[in-house]
């Protein structure tokens, strides 16, 4: 796969991005390979189930996605805030890592590898200045934490949990000063959502109720880039999962839509800004990524063949990720 460079300054319709990314040329349906290059201003990366590698598609033309890496196991990938750098968890076996690579091209690297006291590294999200990963992981059977690492791989910490209330998904607020999480009784479902101080690792309490129809968040939660909302999967009675969002100010959840069918799956939100989010969904027994503005009923299809989103947005105030 060919990948060359970076050039100046690109203004989006969305945002202005310092720097672009000149990525080589070739069809759709994952490639690699050879033609003219193209510039990368904006779009999205995510998984797909066969082979589990990050994809990275341009939002001009998502049928022609380019395969940034190629060793499998890989979940949640997550832009930096500058759009140049993709961090996302990798599993092989009972072993798991993180993981960085360049939106440019290239060989990931490991930034951390799980342990006996550090196991199953997931959800990671880059800082806001792009210096530090916060991510989940287990450190006993029952329960779960949140921690921090330097993207050298320096300076690891726990940050909150590993006791008997757990921790996980956490999502950077704008300022890089805090992160919001999901928690719940060790060992049980994640039920409550609390903003953790970053330097004390002091938990604030946000809300211990998802609304009437969310019993526990699934996967992940994810402030906005305006730090007005949070987007969230819950799981529901039946079992299966939809999208929620939470207004940070008044504390009230709303369920986003309703699918055609009561088995379908709606999860791994990620915001575009304020008032739009992307998730996956397998309706129709497709994995596809949908785009939804906040309060419609109807989204619509943004990458084929796609799961486990993150959307490249530079808006004037930092974006929070995932």
Known sequence: MHRIGLCGVVVLAVASVQGCFLLG????????????????????????????????????????????????????????????????????????????VLVSGGTPSTILRSSATQQNLRTPSFSPDGMRIAFAYDENATSSSVGLVNVDGSNFRKLVGGGALAYSSPSW????????????????MQTQIERIDVTSGTPTNITNTLG???????????????????????????????????????????????????????????????NTFVFSSDEGGNDQ??????????????????????????????????
Do not use: C, H
């Open 25 to 100: 040329g070739g069809g759709g349906g994952g490639g690699t390979g050879g033609g003219t290059a193209t510039v990368f201003v904006s779009g999205y990366v995510t998984v797909r189930k066969d082979g589990r590698n990050v994809i990275l598609t341009d939002e001009r033309d998502v049928n022609a996605p380019v395969q940034l890496t190629s060793i499998g196991g890989a979940s949640m990938p997550s832009f930096s805030r500058d759009g140049r750098q993709v961090v996302f968890a990798r599993k092989s076996g009972q072993d798991s890592e993180l993981m960085v």
């Open 173 to 188: 607020f704008p300022d890089g000063n805090s992160l919001l999480v999901s928690a719940g009784n060790a060992g049980l």
């Open 212 to 274: 009437n129809e969310a019993l526990a968040i699934a996967s992940r939660i994810v402030v906005s880039p305006d730090a007005r909302r949070a987007v969230f999967d819950g799981r529901v009675s039946s079992g299966v999962t939809r999208i929620f969002v939470l207004d940070l100010t008044t504390r009230m959840v709303s369920l986003q839509r309703v699918p055609s069918s009561g088995t379908v799956n709606d999860s791994a939100p990620a915001w575009v800004d304020g």
């Open 289 to 322: 990524v949908y785009r939804q503005v906040v309060g419609a009923s109807s989204p619509t299809l943004a990458v084929p063949l796609a799961i486990e989103p993150s959307v490249f947005v530079k808006t004037v105030a930092a974006d929070a990720g995932p």
